[in-house]
């Protein structure tokens, strides 16, 4: 760990991290990542104009498209999961990119190891 327990409480609370939340030595927060296939149908002259907004407008992405689930059966085996010591709901994206540095994602059919 990059050493989260030494953060400045004035500073943890700044970045919005609830260390009271995150020493609560009873609990685990368990993650987890999923992927999702989803699909939209364009006119070639729709995906060009999106093309060409991407590359002249910085607000314009393609978030924006309203796409649909594909339903793709196999997504059982592209989830998994981590878990992290205490409650770090008001910072998992820290804790999944710098503030653990022995995070293992787990399938659904193994035990979870709790980063550290």
């Given at each position: 760990?990059?050493?989260?327990?030494t953060?400045?409480?004035?500073?943890?609370?700044?970045?919005?991290?609830?260390?009271?939340?995150?020493?609560?030595?009873?609990?685990?927060?368990?993650?987890?990542?999923?992927v999702?296939?989803?699909?939209?149908?364009?006119?070639?002259?729709e995906?060009?104009?999106?093309n060409?907004?991407?590359k002249?407008?910085?607000?314009?992405?393609?978030?924006?498209?309203?796409?649909?689930?594909?339903?793709?059966?196999?997504?059982?085996?592209?989830?998994?999961?981590?878990?992290?010591?205490?409650?770090?709901?008001?910072?998992?994206?820290?804790?999944?990119?710098i503030?653990f540095?022995?995070?293992?994602?787990?399938?659904?059919?193994?035990?979870?190891?709790?980063?550290?």
């Open positions: 760990m990059n050493d989260i327990t953060l400045n409480p004035a500073f943890a609370k700044n970045l919005g991290i609830d260390i009271q939340q995150m020493n609560d030595a009873d609990k685990v927060t368990v993650v987890r990542r999923r999702v296939y989803e699909e939209v149908v364009l006119t070639k002259s995906f060009n104009n999106m060409h907004l991407i002249d407008d910085e607000d314009f992405s393609f978030d924006e498209l309203e796409m649909q689930n594909v339903g793709f059966g196999f997504s059982d085996l592209e989830t998994e999961y981590v878990a992290f010591p205490g409650d770090v709901t008001s910072f998992t994206d820290d804790a999944l990119t503030f540095e022995n995070k293992v994602w787990t399938e659904s059919y193994e035990p979870i190891q709790i980063a550290s």
